[in-house]
């Protein structure tokens, strides 16, 4: 993950797991894909008021699309620039799905008790007192989920490589997470779940 950075913090995301940190106004963070092929779901709330956070559904359509370039800036439910992606080696994203959860492997596979992004990221999330409830929208680095032409929503294996990385500067104070999605049963998942790295520059 060497890059010629000065980083404030570094961060091994175990595999199936989350970590919590905070990004003030300026700051730039990246998440890297260690040995490739994980996915790693981002949520980020205002640190001023985390009933703030970031919103797929309205990034979407602040962007007028489902996919974002450099340059482009994520947006909260307040309709407010809250991320923006300044560096980008892989360029496939994902803003359609939403984070696993235990019902999602109860209900669509029939597995009870099986680590999911939600119940990570409100352990981690709980001193800044966010809870599931405020736990709706994820970007999901990395993942490579498609739309075909009939409107089916497609998993594909994941095309990021040791080393892939993305950066986004914050635009406000924020409270972030990022989780080591432990999703083992469909394609986009794969079926080794590795750590993820994430790194924060100093101001």
């Not at 260690?34 to 709330?45: K, N, P, T």
């Not at 999330?125 to 739309?147: C, H, M, Q, Y």
């Not at 032409?149 to 500067?169: Q, V, Y």
């Not at 635009?171 to 080591?180: E, F, H, K, Q, R």
């Amino acid at each position: 993950m060497a890059r010629e950075k000065s980083f404030e913090r570094s961060i091994i995301v175990p595999a199936g797991c989350a970590r919590a940190f905070e990004v003030p106004r300026g700051g730039v963070f990246y998440v890297t894909d260690i040995e490739g092929g994980q996915i790693a779901d981002l949520v980020a709330y205002n640190a001023a008021d985390t009933a703030e956070r970031m919103s797929a559904s309205h990034t979407r359509l602040g962007l007028m699309s489902v996919r974002f370039r450099v340059g482009d800036s994520l947006r909260s439910n307040l309709r407010r620039l809250m991320l923006k992606i300044t560096e980008d080696t892989v360029g496939t994203h994902d803003m359609m799905v939403p984070p696993c959860d235990r019902h999602r492997y109860l209900v669509d596979y029939g597995v009870e008790e099986h680590a999911n992004c939600v119940d990570a990221f409100e352990k981690e999330l709980a001193p800044w007192g966010i809870t599931s409830r405020d736990i709706v929208d994820t970007l999901n680095i990395f993942e490579n989920a498609k739309i075909d032409e009939e409107g089916n929503l497609i998993h594909l294996p994941t095309l990021s490589k040791a080393g892939d990385h993305i950066a986004f500067e914050a635009l406000m104070d924020l409270v972030c997470a990022v989780s080591s999605c432990p999703m083992d049963l469909n394609a986009t998942g794969g079926n080794k779940i590795t750590d993820i790295g994430v790194e924060v520059t100093a101001l």
